[in-house]
């Protein structure tokens, strides 16, 4: 299983619906939430984006809006 880092703020509505499709598809023990908020490079990059979805093994980036569809082709 490929593990996912899910990059994210506090009181992201969009952060939460993403986690939850990710949810759908896979064990959430392959998902690291990372808060943006705590790193000035991480704000920097992801600020405006958010949620985004990268994969730790290749660093592909999967940005907002994405499906469950979109998930799974992601990770093949």
Same mark, same amino acid.
């Given at each position: 299983?490929?593990?996912?880092?899910?990059? #994210? *703020? +506090?009181?992201?509505?969009?952060?939460?619906?993403?986690? @939850?499709?990710?949810?759908?598809?896979?064990? *959430?023990?392959?998902?690291?939430?990372? /808060?943006? +908020?705590?790193?000035?490079?991480?704000?920097?990059?992801?600020?405006?984006?958010? &949620?985004?979805?990268?994969?730790?093994? #290749? @660093?592909? /980036?999967?940005?907002? &809006?994405?499906? #469950?569809?979109?998930?799974?082709?992601?990770?093949?």
């Amino acid at each position: 299983m490929k593990h996912l880092y899910l990059f #994210t *703020t +506090s009181y992201c509505h969009l952060c939460e619906t993403a986690y @939850q499709l990710v949810a759908q598809i896979m064990d *959430t023990d392959n998902l690291e939430v990372v /808060e943006i +908020s705590d790193d000035a490079f991480l704000l920097a990059r992801y600020g405006l984006k958010i &949620p985004v979805l990268q994969r730790k093994d #290749t @660093q592909a /980036e999967l940005n907002w &809006p994405f499906t #469950t569809a979109d998930i799974i082709q992601f990770l093949n």
